[in-house]
């Protein structure tokens, strides 16, 4: 208990130094908006009444203890919370002008605006090459040329082409879990999408390889709007501009990242943020 | 409750007679070894056997004649053993075994493992395994008396025996297995995969096409080689269905034979030991033997060259 104050300290800290940070993106459009969003596993009530705006070009961190539906939240931005057969789903999602639950609105086409980096990496079984031209070519980029670009720039743009420049036909798998990832990274951004929902992707990751991606996610922001889930506070706190923090399928908190770290509203938040839970 | 069970002095005293079960164990190993060795040493005793008679058999008719020559008369005066309408029957009828069974077991394997529900691959797997569960004979008499009655109605010119019908019948029995088989390696593929795929905005088609069935391309050729290796050596349903004509010719609507038919017909028939045309069953078998062997390494090799590691 007694190094309680330490860690909240260094939180504090963390979170100043964002302050003088001049490239936060100011802006405050939204890309998502939430509007009453509940979701029941079967007969678990994973998500109550989520009432969030997602801002755009900006990184917003999803925190909370193991189970509290954070992945269950972000899952559902895209959609992909419907692979569960049991799922339920009832008030209303908006990714810009578009309502994601309309019939209307393909959920292919949501997912190629909204790109999704897993958990555990999950690269295909295909060259590192095949792995990046795999979202243009279902997506009707055939032009060989074009696709030669797509895959440096997006390499590139995940910060790994130096590292695998070489070894553009080699599968995926014959690299680390923190290249995967940051393959995973690039195939996501080869479709240039608009935002890119981040599932704990540092969690099976070792601390250099996280460093990595968590620069990547500050030079993405720039660009893109970031969600990202994280069980990890000190992440949260380094890379996001606003946190929102769950607890048992609810939003007890969602503010400026350091205003969420240095001054929570709610008691909830403290005890969690200096690690009395979770 | 007992506070006096000492665990501890429990074990300790079994120990002294766990001394039998000590030896038991390591008897195990060479128990289960020599009981593999049966298998190996079967395989190495029909080899050899086949060995033996079909070198007898070469004596007599040149090994050239036998894999060049396109007549098949085993029986009278002038007796020639040509194994070609053998070849082509048994090539015919698996490939129109297989043009039956390979889309239709895939794309069965596809729906069960790609888009069936739990409830509905819970029902139907069993059911198509019962396909495969029905005797072969039954097969052969469903060509006989049933297919190939509605095929000469659509075709004039069909035989009433011909290779056509039991091709077709053999796709049909060949189906679970391909389906089965293919289901298993495409369920096998983690799903963490289609999600990736599902995540860049692909549908469930393209993500069948160009991740699943990419991921387990090397058990799906495993299945057709297996269903290719069956067909190859199916012997009812050819037997019945295709009559002992031992024509040389590309016209499935014609009667042929095949090396299995052939070889059910000679021995049902009189070959005295010794005789050439008893020698010709080793040689037919042996042929299709090293037959089915290729297609078991090419089949490897393909599998290998097109695997996708993960």
């Not at chain 2, 195990?28 to 060995?51: D, E, F, Y």
């Amino acid at each position: 208990m007694s190094t309680m104050t330490g860690k909240d300290k260094k939180f504090t800290e963390v979170a100043q130094n964002k302050e003088n940070d001049t490239t936060i993106n100011t802006s405050n459009k939204t890309v998502f908006e939430t509007k009453d969003l509940n979701l029941w596993y079967g007969e678990d009530h994973a998500l109550k009444d989520i009432n969030l705006k997602i801002p755009e070009n900006q990184v917003t961190a999803i925190i909370g203890p193991s189970g509290c539906g954070k992945s269950t939240f972000i899952k559902t931005l895209n959609r992909m919370v419907e692979m569960v057969p049991i799922v339920k789903v009832s008030g209303s999602i908006a990714y810009r002008d578009k309502r994601i639950f309309d019939p209307r609105y393909r959920v292919e086409e949501l997912r190629t605006q909204v790109g999704m980096v897993f958990q555990k990496p999950n690269p295909f079984p295909k060259s590192i090459y095949d792995n990046i031209a795999y979202g243009p070519r279902i997506h009707g980029i055939k032009n060989k040329k074009v696709l030669d670009q797509i895959v440096e720039k997006s390499l590139r743009g995940a910060a790994i082409w130096d590292e695998v420049k070489d070894r553009l036909n080699e599968n995926a798998y014959g690299l680390s879990g923190g290249q995967q990832q940051r393959i995973c990274i690039a195939r996501c951004l080869a479709i240039e999408p608009d935002v890119i929902l981040m599932d704990e992707p540092t969690s099976a990751l070792d601390p250099i390889s996280t460093l990595k991606v968590e620069e990547l996610v500050q030079e993405l922001k720039k660009d893109y709007s970031i969600i990202i889930v994280t069980h990890n506070m000190q992440q949260a706190a380094r890379i996001s501009d606003k946190t929102a923090f769950f607890l048992n399928g609810e939003v007890v908190e969602f503010s400026d990242t350091n205003e969420l770290f240095s001054n929570p509203e709610d008691k909830r938040t403290e005890d969690y943020i200096t690690g009395r839970f979770g | 409750m007992d506070k006096n069970i000492n665990v501890r002095d429990m074990i300790h005293k079994n120990k002294q007679s766990m001394n039998i079960g000590r030896v038991w164990e390591k008897m195990v190993p060479k128990v289960l070894l020599s009981i593999a060795i049966i298998s190996i040493l079967t395989t190495i005793g029909i080899l050899a056997t086949l060995t033996v008679e079909t070198i007898a058999f070469f004596r007599e008719v040149p090994i050239l004649d036998f894999f060049t020559g396109t007549k098949l008369k085993p029986l009278g005066a002038n007796a020639e053993f040509g194994v070609l309408p053998l070849l082509t029957g048994t090539i015919l009828s698996t490939i129109i075994a297989m043009f039956v069974a390979i889309p239709v077991g895939l794309m069965t394997a596809v729906y069960l493992s790609e888009y069936a529900s739990d409830k509905v691959r819970r029902t139907l797997k069993p059911l198509l395994e019962v396909l495969a569960g029905i005797p072969t004979i039954v097969y052969g008499f469903f060509a006989y008396t049933f297919v190939t009655p509605i095929l000469r109605t659509f075709i004039p010119g069909l035989d009433p025996t011909n290779i056509l019908s039991p091709g077709l019948v053999m796709g049909i029995m060949i189906i679970p297995m391909v389906a089965s088989l293919s289901e298993d390696a495409m369920s096998s593929v983690p799903s963490e995969m289609r999600q990736g795929a599902f995540a860049l905005g692909a549908t469930r088609l393209e993500t069948t096409w160009r991740v699943v069935i990419p991921a387990s391309i090397s058990g799906i050729i495993a299945s057709f080689v297996l269903a290719i290796s069956r067909a190859i050596g199916e012997t009812m349903i050819v037997t019945i269905a295709s009559g002992s004509s031992k024509n040389f010719t590309f016209d499935i609507t014609q009667s042929m034979q095949t090396m299995t038919a052939y070889i059910v017909e000679v021995t049902g028939g009189e070959a005295p030991a010794g005789s050439t045309l008893y020698y010709s069953l080793y040689a037919v078998a042996m042929t299709l033997f090293v037959f089915t062997l290729i297609m078991n390494l090419l089949a490897q090799y393909i599998s290998r060259r097109f695997r996708e590691e993960y």
